[in-house]
C-alpha cells in the first residue's frame, strides 16, 4: 500500500457521489409511496374504530334517555346534559369529543338518510365523496 503525500487526502469523485445520491433516491421512490399508502389506511381504520366507539355511546344514550340526541343536541349531548334531560347519566365518552383523524368533525344527522341518525367522517380532503383516503367513512 503506497502511503499518500503528507497533507494530501483522498475523497470520493464526483462520479461516485452522484452514483450513490441516484441509488438513494430510487430507494426513496420506491419506499416512500408504500410507506404514505399505509399512514393512509391507519387513518381511515382510526375513523371507523373512532365511528363505533361513538355509536356504542349513542346507543348508551339511547337507552338511558329513550331516544338518540337530536340533531340540535348533537354529539355535545354525549359530553353535556341537554337541557330538560332528567334521565341523562353521561358524559358517555372517557375523553373529550374526538375529532376525526384529518382534524374535521365527525357529522351527526338525525334523523338519518340511512338509519335513525347518520354518523360519518367526511375524509381527508373534509368534502363529500372521493375515493381512497378523502373517501367518506359512514357508519352505515
Same mark, same amino acid.
Given at each position: 500500500?503506497?502511503?499518500?503525500?503528507?497533507?494530501?487526502?483522498?475523497?470520493?469523485?464526483?462520479?461516485?457521489?452522484?452514483?450513490?445520491?441516484?441509488?438513494?433516491?430510487?430507494?426513496?421512490?420506491?419506499?416512500? %409511496?408504500?410507506?404514505? &399508502?399505509?399512514?393512509?389506511?391507519?387513518?381511515?381504520? &382510526?375513523?371507523?374504530?373512532?365511528?363505533?366507539?361513538?355509536?356504542?355511546?349513542?346507543?348508551?344514550?339511547?337507552?338511558?334517555?329513550?331516544?338518540? %340526541?337530536?340533531?340540535?343536541?348533537?354529539?355535545?349531548?354525549?359530553?353535556?346534559?341537554?337541557?330538560?334531560?332528567?334521565?341523562?347519566?353521561? %358524559?358517555?365518552?372517557?375523553? &373529550?369529543?374526538?375529532?376525526?383523524?384529518?382534524?374535521?368533525?365527525?357529522?351527526?344527522?338525525? %334523523?338519518?338518510?340511512?338509519?335513525?341518525?347518520?354518523?360519518?367522517?367526511?375524509?381527508?380532503?373534509?368534502?363529500?365523496?372521493?375515493?381512497?383516503?378523502?373517501?367518506?367513512?359512514?357508519?352505515?
Amino acid at each position: 500500500m503506497r502511503a499518500l503525500p503528507a497533507g494530501r487526502c483522498r475523497g470520493f469523485t464526483l462520479l461516485e457521489l452522484l452514483v450513490v445520491m441516484v441509488i438513494i433516491g430510487l430507494l426513496a421512490g420506491y419506499v416512500a %409511496p408504500r410507506y404514505f &399508502a399505509q399512514v393512509g389506511k391507519s387513518e381511515v381504520k &382510526a375513523a371507523r374504530a373512532q365511528i363505533d366507539a361513538l355509536q356504542k355511546a349513542l346507543d348508551q344514550y339511547r337507552l338511558d334517555v329513550g331516544r338518540y %340526541p337530536s340533531a340540535e343536541q348533537g354529539l355535545q349531548a354525549l359530553m353535556q346534559a341537554p337541557a330538560g334531560e332528567a334521565r341523562w347519566a353521561g %358524559p358517555y365518552l372517557s375523553k &373529550a369529543l374526538p375529532k376525526d383523524p384529518w382534524g374535521h368533525d365527525y357529522l351527526y344527522r338525525a %334523523p338519518g338518510e340511512h338509519g335513525e341518525y347518520d354518523l360519518l367522517s367526511l375524509g381527508r380532503d373534509g368534502r363529500p365523496g372521493g375515493t381512497a383516503e378523502d373517501a367518506d367513512v359512514v357508519s352505515w
